[in-house]
């Protein structure tokens, strides 16, 4: 055997001794041992150190390689919707000299119009883009009797729409288009709120080219439209009209955040345009994609607002007066009955019978509500379990 050192290939000469290496051959174990004295100074041997870095490694790797979703079996699909933080920008898109021009340029890549094909023709109406995997809200009293649904993006894109659900009762609607990446709208908070607040109202009418707009402020709050022989409740009120067409598209507010989606129903006052809050939009629609229905709680009365004069006497700011109560409906198993004045409902205050109908929609069947009335002058409380709407 030659030892000549030539044959040694460069750079690698005799193993450093056991004590100064992180690993051992097998056959140096033998020194080790359960039992077994440690290595000769009463150093620990540095095998099991390494052992089990190794191990806390690997757990590493694999950890993130699940997280990362390398090791994945199935796809997830990630869908975006923006909800407004506060304060959505630093300051409010509609002052300075480009305001109400900012507000449209930020929102109006989320506004869509919608051909809707029923028996009495076709119609154009407007809609936002909820989430970027292809739903949009919607005026639920423009689609619900829909054969046919072409919805035609900012971009120029002209899809087949469906039609995931509508409620009639809130005006809430949602459709849905097979397509991916879309530009979403800001949604913000209708409960943030105040009469005075300056807002815009932005349409679709004709599908392409650059958005309509009106601007106006918040006029009112909570208000009741009565229309086609139904009624809307707990509307928003703009002075900001609203064209034919643009129904079911967003009223936003001066940061440019959706907090309403606007109704064309037909009111005794046209000098106004009224908007579904976001906030009741959000909740219906979500019911919607997940059931195909919304399920609305009810007390089983018909009641009127209590008149400004009855109110001055009972020294109270407002409510509703009963009616009428349905045999067999919550109100009755609760003992309520006609000419009980209602002024709360859980934690609402109840100023008007269109206050009591959002105060109820706010629970769901099975929920149980203490209700403030007055009757014969004197102030009672009842317990109400709210039953499903019929």
Not at 73 to 99: D, F, I, N, W, Y
Not at 248 to 274: Q, S
Not at 285 to 310: C, F, P, R, Y
Request: with cysteine; net charge negative; proline share 6%.
């Amino acid at each position: 055997m030659d030892d000549d050192a030539d044959d040694d290939v460069d750079g690698i000469g005799a193993p450093l001794p056991p004590d100064d290496r992180l690993w051992r051959h097998p056959s140096e174990l033998s020194s080790w041992a359960p039992g077994r004295p440690a290595s000769p100074g009463g150093q620990t041997p540095a095998w099991p150190v390494a052992l089990v870095a190794s191990l806390v490694g690997a757990a590493l790797c694999g950890g993130l390689l699940v997280v990362t979703g390398s090791l994945a079996t199935e796809t997830r699909q990630r869908t975006v919707e923006k909800v407004a933080v506060t304060p959505v920008v630093s300051s409010p898109l509609v002052s300075g000299g480009r305001g109400v021009a900012a507000v449209v340029e930020q929102v109006a890549p989320s506004v869509a119009q919608l051909l809707v094909r029923t028996d009495g023709g076709t119609a154009r109406v407007s809609a936002v883009v909820w989430r970027d995997d292809g739903l949009l809200l919607t005026s639920a009293h423009q689609v619900a009797d829909a054969d046919d649904i072409t919805v035609v993006l900012h971009d120029g894109r002209r899809l087949r729409g469906s039609l995931l659900g509508a409620d009639l009762p809130t005006d809430v609607a949602v459709v849905s288009v097979e397509a991916n990446a879309l530009a979403v709208a800001v949604l913000g908070s209708s409960a943030d709120l105040d009469v005075g607040s300056p807002t815009v109202v932005i349409g679709s009418p004709d599908g392409l080219g650059e958005a309509s707009m009106h601007t106006g402020v918040v006029s009112a709050l909570e208000r009741r439209l009565d229309a086609d022989s139904r009624s809307l409740h707990g509307l928003i009120q703009t002075d900001a009209p609203i064209e034919p067409g643009w129904s079911g598209g967003p009223l936003v507010d001066a940061t440019g955040a959706v907090v309403g989606i606007t109704t064309g129903m037909a009111g005794t006052n046209p000098m106004f345009g009224f908007a579904i809050p976001i906030d009741l939009v959000r909740r219906m629609a979500e019911e919607l994609v997940s059931s195909g229905k919304v399920t609305h709680g009810w007390l089983g009365i018909e009641g009127a607002d209590l008149s400004d004069d009855a109110a001055e006497t009972m020294e109270v700011p407002g409510g509703a007066v009963i009616r009428n109560v349905r045999d067999g409906s919550p109100a009755a198993r609760s003992g309520l009955s006609a000419d009980d004045v209602i002024t709360s409902l859980g934690d609402h205050e109840v100023l008007s019978s269109s206050g009591l109908v959002v105060a109820v929609r706010d629970h769901q069947p099975g929920d149980q509500v203490v209700v403030g009335y007055w009757r014969d002058g004197r102030h009672h409380q009842a317990m109400v379990t709210i039953d499903e709407h019929p």
